[in-house]
């Protein structure tokens, strides 16, 4: 596909990339489980992986071939799977590339759910090392003979820390450690994966990607940025042809076709229709969240405010040299302790009370109560979750509306 801007790509990606039957411009719902074949020697081959095709749509089906294309294609990457979730799409990677006795580092400010499913990997003898991934070398210190893997996501979700992804990639790459980024709330608009040096991408879909809280989906993308030859975990069988793909290959074998966390065909069709409008609503709902956090950070009444834009968060000069100009639609705020969270966040009459991010709408979250209630408080404060913490997911509201909200939801309870 020719090197137009991002915008232009996106709305064209079905179009030019998977070229739809009769003139088509997005590609077709495949809703079939089956596939049938001339000969048997051909459905031989097709499940040997000897030539490429569709034997189930568990493990592959044209609708969802046809988004992985466009979603390989955004980042520069050799291979896309999508996955159900993108929780699916984590376990996916971790169940498939690790096996006991291995030892993982990952990221101390990870979202909630993640954090939980780090801390069950030691039933399965991976080891998990907690580091805070704003400082480069508690990554290096960190690793060991039998560190196989890094984690972390760009901008944590919600305490906005940001990590040192550039001295991260580097070390990944010095010491031989597979980098695996979390880029949800980063999508390829706003960060070069590549330019970081990682090798593996995880995106939950179901947020920015898609973009209208209507659909679930995940996607892993092979960067094309690691040599899985050194790699000792590739069984002999998935050691196909082409290099660059043994390690897609094991991910599809185990961890979608055996854990079978597979993407309905029909989530396949909003995840593009989505994409199409992925630039204008990330850059809309980030100088939206810029505003917004400016707005907070000069009320007294928000004892802090987390936003990779503001001058004084601690990340703020990594976050402009990373993230194209922009800063995410992420921040979260702790009222001061006299005021009622909760009664001020009822008081919001536009701003949805909801568990989501990503969404065209602005959406209010209290964070300790919810997504990480289960991570316990101790964690929750190794984590710097206060049990105040607000998280904002900025939509594409126009940005007066928004402040007026936050501002007579004050007025209401005063």
């Not at 601690?314 to 639609?329: E, I, S, V």
Request: net charge negative; proline share 3%.
């Amino acid at each position: 596909m020719k090197k137009y801007s991002p915008q232009t790509r996106h709305v064209h990606a079905d179009r030019l990339i998977n070229k739809p039957e009769q003139g088509g411009v997005h590609q077709s719902t495949s809703n079939s489980v089956l596939f049938d074949f001339e000969a048997v020697e051909e459905l031989e081959a097709v499940f040997q992986g000897k030539i490429p095709g569709h034997v189930y749509s568990r493990s592959s089906s044209p609708s969802i071939v046809g988004l992985q294309n466009i979603l390989c294609e955004m980042e520069s990457g050799v291979a896309s799977t999508c996955f159900s979730t993108g929780m699916a799409a984590i376990s996916a990677v971790f169940f498939s590339l690790l096996r006991s006795g291995d030892h993982v580092i990952v990221s101390r400010y990870l979202f909630g759910n993640t954090r939980s499913f780090m801390d069950a990997l030691g039933n399965f003898g991976i080891c998990v090392t907690y580091v805070d991934t704003t400082d480069a070398n508690m990554v290096k210190n960190a690793i060991r003979q039998e560190t196989k893997l890094f984690f972390c996501e760009s901008i944590a979700n919600p305490g906005t820390q940001v990590a040192d992804l550039v001295a991260i990639g580097e070390i990944c790459h010095q010491h031989n450690v597979l980098f695996v980024l979390d880029n949800t709330m980063t999508p390829s608009v706003m960060l070069d994966s590549k330019s970081v040096k990682a090798h593996l991408n995880i995106t939950s879909l179901t947020k920015y990607i898609a973009g209208h809280g209507n659909v679930l989906g995940g996607v892993v993308t092979d960067l094309g940025t690691f040599d899985w030859r050194t790699f000792q975990n590739i069984s002999a069988k998935y050691k196909v042809s082409d290099v660059s793909l043994w390690g897609m290959t094991q991910i599809r074998k185990r961890g979608l076709r055996d854990i079978g966390a597979t993407l309905a065909p029909a989530s396949a069709h909003p995840i593009a229709i989505g994409l199409e409008t992925l630039s204008m609503r990330m850059q809309t709902a980030s100088q939206n969240a810029l505003a917004l956090a400016e707005f907070m950070a000069e009320d007294k009444r928000f004892v802090s405010v987390n936003y990779p834009g503001l001058s004084r968060h601690p990340q703020h000069d990594l976050a402009k040299q990373l993230f194209c100009g922009r800063y995410g639609a992420i921040l979260s705020f702790c009222l001061d302790e006299t005021i009622d969270f909760r009664r001020y966040l009822n008081n919001l009459s536009l701003v949805l009370r909801a568990t989501h991010l990503g969404d065209t709408r602005t959406l209010a979250l209290p964070v300790a109560s919810t997504i990480f209630y289960e991570n316990g408080p101790q964690k929750r404060n190794e984590m710097g979750i206060k049990d105040n913490l607000v998280r904002i997911s900025v939509g594409i509201e126009d940005i007066h509306d928004l402040i007026d909200d936050f501002t007579q939801a004050f007025e209401n309870i005063e």
